[in-house]
């Protein structure tokens, strides 16, 4: 009887044990989870379909590339908690093919999915193209007026400032559709410019990829911390 009993007992005392580690840690993941809990961010990925955005020296299409980033930052978003909606998941625009104004049929499908949406802020990616193919790093760009753009866009600058090599010292007003056409907060980064071959390159990379997004994510964290 006691040589039964004993493994038994043992046994209850190590199931006992997991359960209790196991409703710990769910009880961890959970609070850090309900942390962010009804936070919701649009993440837009500029450009799309007939419309490629800019070309890099090499040939870097920037919808493509924008679209990565919106991945790589999504995915970021989503494990920490937030509840994330995209404009764009695929490589097509957004755009009726029958709309005789392409570029306004795709920027009324953002604004719509924007307003369904109803976001605590809105994060738009791209990237930069400039005639003097010297110009390089990240910058961001806010709605004008609104303070909290302004607040998360500065935290976002300051992050791609330490993080990546970004050569503004603060956010700017930007003049975009997308930071415009709603009153949430939003903001846009240009991660980088096409048009300078050695940033192309970088920007390319899995590695610097990951440090743009890092970058923005961790902006994002504390913003919301
Ligand atoms: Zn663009």
């Known amino acids: 009887m006691i040589k039964i009993f004993k493994p038994k007992l043992a046994f209850v005392i190590l199931l006992s044990a997991v359960l209790l580690l196991s409703c710990l840690y769910a009880n961890i993941v959970s609070v850090q989870i309900s942390k962010f809990n009804g936070t919701t961010i649009v ?63 795709d920027m009324n499908a953002r604004f719509k999915i924007i307003e369904k949406t109803n976001p605590n802020l809105i994060v738009s990616i791209h990237m930069n193209s400039f005639r003097d193919h010297s110009a390089h790093g990240a910058t961001t760009y806010y709605r004008k007026g609104d303070k909290a753009s302004m607040t998360v866009a500065n935290l976002i600058q300051q992050s791609l400032n330490t993080y990546c090599d970004a050569p503004s010292s603060t956010a700017k007003v930007g003049d975009y559709y997308i930071l415009n056409c709603s009153y949430y907060s939003a903001v846009l980064i240009e991660c980088g410019f096409l048009s300078n071959a050695e940033e192309e390159s970088m920007l390319n990379s899995t590695e610097y990829k990951n440090k743009i997004v890092d970058a923005i994510f961790s902006a994002i964290l504390l913003y919301f911390g």
């Open 43 to 105: 993440l837009d990925a500029g450009h799309g379909g007939r419309d490629g955005g800019s070309v890099g020296d090499n040939g870097t299409i920037e919808k493509t590339i924008n679209l990565e980033y919106t991945l790589a930052l999504k995915e970021k978003l989503v494990k920490a908690g937030y509840k994330v909606e995209l404009t764009r998941k695929t490589d097509d625009g957004l755009y009726s093919n029958a709309a005789p104004n392409k570029k306004q049929s």
